[in-house]
């Protein structure tokens, strides 16, 4: 029997949300959710951090493109639909998928909808980035290797952007949203996990509807066993299986225990493996401190799937309650309401079929926008309209008379 808590009387949670974990006080005996949606928040800052690895041109191990090479470029087709908008066509189309529509179109809607400041970081993308970003890396460095090989990153690079991270953490000066695009991550979160210990290999799941688990096994299975005994460090770690994404959030992750920001990771497992390497780097005494700070915002197609039993909590429900037991912390975690049941477009109700589950910040901003007083029906609006303008910018229907 799996205990699963019960919502206190004392959250505003938003109509259609759901929370997945027990609730931790934030700073000062507050809910993070409070802090969240309370009035005299800053305007939050959004940073969407993309990333490569070769472990994405697996045949078969993501659905965030195709082929090898249309996840080559998928980080940058969906910065480009968030920072751009769906009415401009791209310089960098949104590759093809086997159902649906990039989750970016989701973050958009709501960075057209509230008040945020967007920066984008790129680390190791195979092409130069056609749009201003940060840098925290020579592009030279490219994409990290597979992590089959067991040596995914140079030791140095690893620390040297988990050192630049910590840096943008503690100089957090407003509300931050961290969100990723990283093909293939959904795979180097379940290899981190793994060698940090916790039993996750059926609970971490991908961007296809039935996620390639034997496979994705496998490769964990390769990456750790060359490197037995499995190090302790996840520093270590981190550069043998991990992601350059990885490296640069941990840091962050470090960096806010001495900051007074809030963080909302947006995503699923690819930001719990971040928070474990995070917890797993820090002294026992300081691990509910960070957690203090950081809350975890997800879209409820995500947190509703379950993949290792049709009965109990969700997958990531599971997930978020290993990590509590393994690391001895309490989370706050949420589901953003919005569905696409009642949508204009297929390709947003393929949504509801589990094509496509989230990525691109789309289930925390989705949160934020709720928690900011933005009803469903609104952000449902503003995707349909979305998806019009995107149909139209990319010639697959003729704009309206």
Known sequence: MVWLPSIPSDLDLPSGCRQLTGTSPGAGGTSLLNRW????????DCLLVLASTRSAEVQGISAAGCTAAARRTTALA?????????GVPPR???PPLPAGVSPALISRVVAETIPLNLQVAALGLPIEPPFPHLRFEAPSLGPAHCLSGGAAMDLERAGQLIQRGKRLGRRLRRPLVLAECVPGGTTTALAVLTGLGLPVAQLVSGSALHPPMELKQALVAEGLSGIQPVPTDPEVLLAAVGDPFQAL???VLLGAVESDQPILLAGGSQMVAVLALALAALPPVHRQPLCNRVMLGTTAWLAAESLESAIGPSSLEALLLRLEHHFGVALEAYA??????????????????????????????ALLAALRGVDHGTLLQGCDDAMDRLLQATGLRPPAP
């Open 78 to 86: 969906d910065a480009e639909l968030l920072i751009h908008g769906p």
């Open 37 to 44: 949606q309370s009035p005299e928040l800053s305007t939050p």
């Open 249 to 251: 959030a941990m840091g």
């Open 92 to 94: 960098w189309p949104l």
């Open 336 to 365: 953003a309401g919005l569905r696409f049941s009642n949508s204009r477009h297929q390709q947003l109700r393929d949504f509801e079929s589990g094509h496509v589950k989230e990525g691109v910040g789309a289930g925390g901003l």
